[in-house]
C-alpha cells in the first residue's frame, strides 16, 4: 500500500488495523492516525521466530497493514502472515518515512473569477500548505521541501508558480518556499523581521501590501501577527480565507519558544489572538499551517473553522487572565520539536543537510501548538 492509499483511506476514515513494528519508544513518540484507524504494536524483533503472537491480537475479518520505519521489516512480517494464513494484509511501501513525506491535496474552495485555494495536507507530520490557482498563475504558501508536488500540481492545472511566501521562519520543517522560486522563476517572501540572520535575497512580507495573483486578481494581504515568531504574518486571500501560519490553530494557539523567546514574545502573541484577530470579520475561515491531530480534520480531510467557532471553542482563545495566559504559553509547553533548531539554521540558509538529513531532521509530529501534549 503506497502512502498516498493510505492518507485517502484516512481522509474517509475507512476501517484499517496496523500492525507496527517499530520499536516501542518510535510508536509511542509518533505513529499513524485517524479516525478509522487501530494500531497495534508488536516489536520486529519479537516476531522473527514466528508471528504466532501478531495472529492471536489480529481479528481475521479487518485490512491489515504492516507498517515499519522503512519498508523491509514490514514487508517480511506480511508476508509472514500470509504463509500463516491470514488474507487483506498488506505493506507500507516506504515505510513511516513515506508516510511523514506524502502530501495530499484537498479543494477548499473557489476564488472569484474561476480561480481556486487548494489546501496539501501532511498527514505523517500534521503540515498545510496551500496553493492560490488564478488566471494560469499560482501562488503557495508555507512550502515544505517536497517541491515537486506543488510543481506538478500547478502543471497539471496549467499554472505558473508566480510567488512563494513563507508565513514566518519554520522551526519544525524545512520550508521548500526558496527551494520552489528558485526551480520556477518565483518571487520568494518572507516577513523581515524574521530575516536578521537569513543567507539570501527575498521579497519583503509586509503590512499594507497586495499580492496578486492571476488576470483575476485574487488578491493577498499581509497582517503582521507576530508571537509565535516576531516575524508572523497572516495572510488574507480573497477577503475570505484567513491564512494563520502557527499563530492560531483549530484545537490550539501557536508557542512563542522556538526561538529561545518565549518571554519576550507573550504580550505580542496575546496582542495578536486577544485583539488583532478580534477586530477582523468574524466569519473569515482560519486555515493554520498545522494540525496536532486528526480530530481537527474536517469534512473530505479539510482543516478550516471560521474565526468565530474558534473564539468559542479554541482553548487558546479563552484565557482571560494574562498571568494564566503567560503561564499557559511559555512555561507549561509539550516537548519542543525535533531537530528544531537545525531546521531553524537550515531555514535560515545556515546549514545545507543533504536530503537524508533533511528527512531524518523532520522525522515525528510538528509540536508547535501549545496544547500539543
Known sequence: MTAGELARMVLANEKLLILDVRNEDAFAEWKVEGEGVESINIPYFNLLDGVEEALGRIPDDRKLLVVCAKEGSSQFVAEQLVQ?????VHYLEGGMKAWSEHLEPVKIGDLGGGGALYQFIRLGKGCLSYM?????????????RLTDVYANFAQAHGARIKHTLDTHLHADHIS???????????????????????????????????I????????IQPIYSPGHTIGSTSLLVGGRYLLTGDILFIASIGRPDLAGKAEDWVSDLRETLYKRYQALPQELIVLPAHFGSTTELG????????LSELY?????????????FRRTVAHDLPPQPN???AIRQTNMGRMTPDEEQQREMEIGPNRCAVHDK
Open 132 to 144: 492560490v490557482i488564478s488566471g494560469g498563475e499560482a501562488a503557495v504558501v508555507d512550502a515544505l
Open 299 to 306: 469534512e473530505g480531510g479539510r482543516v478550516m473553522a471560521t
Open 212 to 219: 496578486t495573483v492571476g488576470s483575476t486578481t485574487i488578491r
Open 84 to 88: 500463516a494464513g491470514r488474507m487483506d
Open 312 to 324: 468559542r471553542s479554541n482553548p487558546g482563545l479563552n484565557i482571560g487572565e494574562e498571568a494564566a
Open 176 to 210: 521548500g518556499g526558496r527551494k520552489l522560486a528558485e526551480q520556477s522563476g518565483a518571487q520568494y517572501w518572507l516577513p523581515p523581521k524574521d530575516a536578521d540572520e537569513v543567507t539570501f535575497d527575498y521579497e519583503r512580507l509586509e503590512d499594507g501590501q497586495w
Open 339 to 341: 531537530a528544531y533548531q
